[in-house]
């Protein structure tokens, strides 16, 4: 299976991957971190936007909002979920915007895409010079040295005939700038079941190191890992929604 598989060969099953998230949850609470933190303006930008279903709540919201991505066919169906929407072909980790912008999101760890502390960089100036002045970035992160390589998530969803098994977790040596997703998907059609394995490689970071990347260029503001409620990082849990301003 190739290294992008999921997200080029099977990507008519992403959604399904992805069914239990509650995309309308995450928006509506980076919507109110934008709020609090940043200017009245509606223009928004999704990295890594997949197909697409934060970029529609951020629509309906009111916002301007486009998406961008590495691979095109989550770009054609995130082009139909959302057809007031602009979406490039592009890399998160040295992206350009023919406008500044109000809000930049990127959900669901995809920060981690950047595949090395460099493009990582690279991601945190593109994102910088997108920016208005005031203007705010916020993201997911999981802290590597608080991984356990023994947790992941699993869900089955049905289609048609067939019902799918999904299963992902995160997988880290203990030292290095890279960590692992692992996927499973599982399918399985009148008793016959086909199996796919799926790596990918991410950048592994800490949050001391995320801190001191982002600091140059933003001011930093943490929370818990938590969409129903905006409530500060306890300093220990290992993933946390990262606010960030541009100064």
Known sequence: MSTNALYTDLSGYYDLMCADIDYQAQSHCIRRLHQIFGNDGKTHLDLACGTGPHVRHFIDFGYQSNGLDLNQPMLDRAAVRCPEAEFSLQNMSEFSVSEPLD?????????????????????????????????????????????????FVKHNAKFDDDTFSFRSGWDYSGEGERQLLKLCIEK??????????????????????????????????????????LIPWNEKSGNAIFACVKI
Request: net charge negative.
């Open 103 to 151: 809000l930049i999101t990127c959900f669901l760890y995809s920060i981690h895409y950047n595949d090395g502390i460099e493009n990582l960089k690279k991601c945190i100036e593109s994102v910088h010079r997108s920016l208005k002045d005031g203007g705010i970035f916020c993201f997911n992160v999981v802290d590597k040295d608080k991984i356990s390589n023994e947790l």
């Open 188 to 229: 399985t059609t009148d008793g016959e079941t086909q199996i796919w394995h799926d790596e990918h490689p991410m950048v592994a970071v800490n949050y001391m190191t995320m801190i001191e990347l982002l600091k140059p260029y933003f001011e930093v503001h943490m929370f818990e890992h938590d969409y129903e409620k």
